[in-house]
């Protein structure tokens, strides 16, 4: 079992930078794979980012692509979304999930643990 738990939303104005912080515990965290999702109003969830356990690959969506950095501190159980340059589309909430996986996850149906949600909101 993991548990994850998000921090860091809040209001930014557009152009602004937020660091979203998922703080894990449970299992061994090394050696699981972790993303980051978001929900906009009225639209379904989708895959934002994910980092493998070692850190060294990382996949983003096109919309985030140059904009968002996915990190990872094993030391502190903790995975970070890095968000800059935001833009109102990017509202949204952030989801953390986690899975027991050697390789980068891109899809929600491959994830077994999530957080409850951070929310971003970001003004024009």
């Known amino acids: 079992q993991v548990h994850v738990v998000e921090s860091g939303g809040g209001l930014v104005q557009a152009g602004d930078s937020l660091r979203l912080s998922c703080a894990a515990s449970?299992?061994?965290?090394?050696?699981?794979?972790m993303g980051w999702f978001r929900q906009a109003p009225g639209k379904e969830r989708e895959f934002v980012a994910t980092?493998?356990?070692?850190?060294?690959?990382?996949y983003y969506a096109d919309s985030v692509k140059g904009r968002f950095t996915i990190s990872r501190d094993n030391a502190k159980n903790t995975v970070y979304l890095q968000m800059n340059s935001l833009k109102p589309e990017d509202t949204a909430v952030y989801y953390c999930?986690?899975?027991?996986?050697?390789?980068?996850?891109?899809?929600?149906?491959?994830?077994?643990?999530w957080g409850q949600g951070t929310q971003v909101t970001v003004s024009s």
């Open positions: 999930a986690a899975v027991q996986s050697l390789s980068p996850r891109q899809f929600e149906y491959e994830y077994d643990y």
């Open positions: 449970g299992r061994t965290f090394k050696t699981i794979t």
């Open positions: 980092i493998t356990w070692s850190g060294t690959t990382t």
